[in-house]
């Protein structure tokens, strides 16, 4: 089972780096297909599985999800039941470990982000063999501009989006792989 994971930092250029690799050995990459992938699973729109994807819900996005499905009464009569709610973060994950999973086992993939990384990284039964782990970076000055181009916004809020998203990358692989990694003695 050969497998290639990309990490990359956001607007470093790693999904074309990916897509440039696939193509060079014919091998098939998922990258935007995770979110399609697991809304099937999930059963919810793939817009709201971009939104959660790669990131860790904040204070107030968690409590209102536990109030949606504690007391879904108060939403009634606005009708904006958040149907995300009802999916369990961690159901998520485990989906998207699934999709990763599945992927492997097929070989000859490159598999952009969602943890790959992590979750295929060595485990108890020994390393995943004809696995290559690439992160790719670019110099923060670039990453700025190719965000202000792509969303064609202001370079301070290229800047903060910027920050956003590095802070939600880490903070998921810090929730959902951290633990395991200190469990397996990596």
Request: hydrophobic share 40%; aromatic share 4%.
């Amino acid at each position: 089972m050969a497998v290639i994971t990309v990490s990359r930092q956001y607007a470093s250029g790693g999904s074309r780096i990916a897509e440039l690799s696939a193509s060079e050995l014919g091998w098939t990459v998922v990258d935007n297909e995770f979110i399609d992938r697991v809304a099937t699973r999930v059963g919810l729109p793939p817009d709201e599985v971009a939104l959660r994807e790669e990131r860790v819900p904040g204070l107030i996005e968690r409590l209102a999800r536990t109030l949606t499905v504690s007391s879904p009464e108060l939403f009634l009569a606005s009708s904006n039941l958040p149907t995300e709610a009802t999916i369990p973060e961690v159901e998520m994950v485990h989906m998207t470990q699934a999709v990763i999973d599945e992927a492997a086992q097929h070989g000859k993939v490159v598999l952009v982000g969602r943890g790959a990384q992590a979750h295929l990284t060595p485990r108890e039964g020994g390393p995943l063999e004809d696995a290559l782990f690439v992160y790719v970076v670019a110099p923060r000055q670039v990453r700025v501009q190719r965000v202000m181009e792509i969303l064609d916004t202001s370079r301070k809020e290229a800047e903060k989006t910027l920050a956003e998203i590095d802070t939600g990358r880490r903070a998921y692989l810090e929730t959902h792989y951290r633990p395991a990694a200190r469990r397996r003695g990596w």
